[in-house]
């Protein structure tokens, strides 16, 4: 079995920061990109940020500059340093790794249970 696990949700006021985090565990052949994406109230759930094993960002526009992925290769961990938070960052954050279970599987998506993360004007 394969299981993402986040961590570092929670409420902070507009302009503050926050740390979100996540580990994979289990079996694979392979393990990539891993990233973000979250869920605002009343959206559909968006890409927010995907980091690939040759080091290749994608962010989406709007957290541009203000939000940073990274991961540790060895640990199977993704995390994401989010500062200058608004308002609008407000929604729930999933992350999420492509995984090949075995040489000759088809990549599937995998998810984390998701994270809150509230930010107050």
């Known amino acids: 079995q394969v299981q993402l696990v986040e961590s570092g949700g929670g409420l902070v006021q507009a302009g503050g920061s926050l740390r979100l985090s996540c580990a994979a565990s289990g079996s694979w052949f392979s393990i990539d990109p891993m990233g973000w994406y979250r869920q605002g109230p009343g959206k559909e759930r968006e890409l927010v940020a995907t980091?690939?094993?040759?080091?290749?960002?994608n962010y989406a526009g709007s957290v541009k500059g203000r939000f940073t992925i990274s991961r540790d290769y060895n640990k199977n961990t993704v995390s994401l340093q989010m500062n200058s938070l608004k308002p609008e960052d407000t929604a729930v954050y999933y992350c999420?790794?492509?995984?090949?279970?075995?040489?000759?599987?088809?990549?599937?998506?995998?998810w984390g249970q998701g994270t809150q993360v509230t930010v107050s004007s």
């Open positions: 999420n790794a492509k995984i090949k279970r075995y040489y000759y599987s088809t990549e599937a998506d995998y």
């Open positions: 980091l690939d094993i040759g080091g290749n960002t």
